[in-house]
């Protein structure tokens, strides 16, 4: 059985994207990714992300348009990632170590971790469109 791992592109109404730096599994700390998490069972994977959100940002979102299909992670993950937008609050790193809001020709200043690189990619195709 895949588990599915829900990521929120955050983007703000002047075209930053926020990311976040890992603070674990040791493996990945430092490495920065777009926020989000597991599905839980029985969940839906837009309240997925919503929850994800408020637990791990303490910020409501909106959630816009899917990014791609399934992104691969590690054997048996597969990431799926929707646009979003803050609704209500203020990003906090609540469980990453920082969070920093790329504007364009920022996007590549951190080092995404290999899973969210290639989403980033594709975001940034997405953003330069519109």
Request: hydrophobic residues 45%; charged residues 25%; negative net charge.
């Amino acid at each position: 059985m895949t588990v599915i791992v829900v990521a929120a592109v955050i983007v703000s109404s002047d075209g930053r994207v926020l990311a976040a730096q890992r603070a674990e599994p040791p493996a990945l700390a430092g490495g920065w990714e777009f926020p989000g998490g597991k599905v839980d069972p029985g969940e839906a994977e837009v309240e997925a992300l919503i929850r994800e959100c408020r637990e791990e940002l303490g910020v409501t979102v909106s959630v816009g348009a899917r990014v791609g299909g399934d992104w691969p992670l590690s054997e048996g993950y597969v990431m799926r990632a929707w646009l979003a937008t803050v609704a209500s609050g203020v990003p906090e790193a609540k469980e990453h170590l920082a969070l920093r809001w790329l504007g364009p020709g920022e996007y590549y200043d951190v080092a995404w971790l290999q899973a969210d690189l290639p989403l980033m990619n594709a975001v940034e195709d997405l953003l330069r469109q519109d």
